[in-house]
């Protein structure tokens, strides 16, 4: 069976999405069953190899999303025939709408409806969703939000993100003031916050006045971290961190490096996840994985992901959010506890267990 991956819309692996592919790919087995192949632009071409031998096929030159999607919509069909696809896997079926021919399509979907303010773009996405093969969510959270979208709860299958863990594990060595990751240099302690600066529901401007209300309560030298990239909702987000009272506390990193990331966790005092309608909750394994306390936020699939182990709160309540960095500095026993528990919860998710459950939804369609 010819397996081909769709790898755009994906921000050249600087998205969550792009990230599930590099991991995704890593983790492909080698099997007389399965033939992989990715596609997409040319300059994607060496981005999710991860160090195996896969072949890519480009697509025409796209200079923008719009291009991209024109594409798909006028030419992909074509294209997936000619290259001899059996099964087309698309990873980012909200940027990039996925196509339907004499070839089995599936989708997977690691952000819900709900999370999505283009009314007119879900709507042509909801129509290809409905003639889509099979659909691979990656949350129970995603499930229940596409079946009261109106899609068949049969064409579901429930398939969680896994974590590297070559890359997340705890790191004992932390002992400086200063994180040295290159090109970074930072202070130590901090809180902090990884997700890309893309829209209100990230809840960055929440965040950063939680921090205000912190610090006003705690004379600490905690400082916040928030690392991801610049995204439409970057310039609000940068503003809000300029015109803070504690301005100087405020750190955005832009993009940071994923294979950083671990170091950047475990350096930390805390991961604070406010984000809502989160359909696959990635940052929350990941840094428990690295045995870092979590505090996040009650809504969308991060209560799936963090069972009892992290600090819930509303998002919307910031003196909740302050007083959950406050616990997490001040209460050593529930700090601990949350570090073991963190630890043990992170290690029931795998990539490879991903990769087999995915590979056996699409054996059996």
């Known amino acids: 069976m010819r397996i081909g991956i769709d790898t755009c819309g994906c921000n050249h692996a600087r998205s969550g999405v792009g990230s599930y592919i590099l991991s995704f790919v890593s983790n492909l087995p080698q099997s007389e069953d399965f033939t992989f192949e990715l596609f997409g632009l040319e300059a994607d071409r060496f981005t999710y190899s991860s160090g195996k031998e896969i072949s890519f096929s480009s697509i025409p030159d796209c200079k923008n999303l719009k291009a991209v999607q024109k594409w798909h919509k006028r030419k992909a069909v074509k294209f997936i025939q000619k290259n001899k696809y059996d099964v087309?896997?698309?990873?980012?079926?909200?940027?990039?709408?996925?196509?339907?021919?004499?070839?089995?399509?599936?989708?997977?979907?690691?952000?819900?409806?709900s999370a999505h303010s283009d009314k007119k773009s879900l709507k042509k996405v909801e129509k290809v969703l409905k003639k889509v093969d099979y659909i691979i969510a990656a949350s129970d959270y995603i499930k229940k939000d596409l079946i009261s979208n109106g899609v068949p709860e049969e064409k579901i299958?429930?398939?969680?993100?896994?974590?590297?863990?070559?890359?997340?594990?705890?790191?004992?060595?932390?002992?400086?003031?200063?994180?040295?990751?290159?090109?970074?240099?930072?202070?130590?302690?901090?809180?902090?916050?990884?997700?890309?600066?893309?829209?209100?529901?990230?809840?960055?401007?929440?965040?950063?006045?939680?921090?205000?209300?912190?610090?006003?309560?705690?004379?600490?030298?905690?400082?916040?971290?928030?690392?991801?990239?610049?995204?439409?909702?970057?310039?609000?987000?940068?503003?809000?961190?300029?015109?803070?009272?504690?301005?100087?506390?405020?750190?955005?990193?832009?993009?940071?490096?994923?294979?950083?990331?671990?170091?950047?966790?475990?350096?930390?005092?805390?991961?604070?996840?406010?984000?809502?309608?989160?359909?696959?909750?990635?940052?929350?394994?990941?840094?428990?994985?690295?045995?870092?306390?979590?505090?996040c936020s009650s809504s969308g699939a991060l209560p799936e992901m963090g069972s009892d182990v992290p600090l819930y709160f509303d998002s919307d309540n910031i003196e909740e959010m302050a007083d959950a960095m406050e616990r997490i500095i001040s209460e050593e026993e529930l700090r601990k506890k949350m570090i073991d528990s963190g630890i043990e919860r992170a290690s029931s998710f795998n990539w490879k267990t991903t990769v087999?459950?995915?590979?056996?939804?699409?054996?059996?369609?």
């Open 88 to 113: 087309v896997l698309f990873p980012n079926p909200m940027v990039v709408t996925p196509v339907v021919g004499n070839f089995k399509s599936i989708v997977q979907i690691s952000v819900p409806y």
């Open 157 to 295: 299958t429930i398939v969680h993100n896994g974590i590297d863990h070559t890359i997340f594990y705890p790191v004992l060595d932390l002992d400086s003031d200063i994180l040295d990751i290159k090109p970074f240099a930072i202070k130590r302690p901090y809180f902090l916050y990884c997700s890309s600066l893309s829209g209100a529901r990230k809840k960055h401007i929440e965040l950063i006045k939680a921090f205000e209300l912190f610090k006003e309560k705690n004379k600490t030298e905690h400082r916040l971290v928030i690392a991801g990239d610049d995204g439409e909702y970057s310039t609000i987000v940068h503003n809000a961190a300029y015109n803070s009272k504690y301005a100087d506390n405020i750190f955005i990193t832009g993009f940071f490096p994923f294979e950083s990331l671990a170091k950047l966790y475990a350096g930390s005092d805390g991961c604070i996840v406010p984000a809502v309608r989160e359909g696959a909750g990635l940052p929350v394994l990941e840094a428990m994985a690295c045995g870092v306390p979590v505090l």
């Open 356 to 365: 087999t459950e995915t590979l056996n939804v699409i054996k059996v369609q």
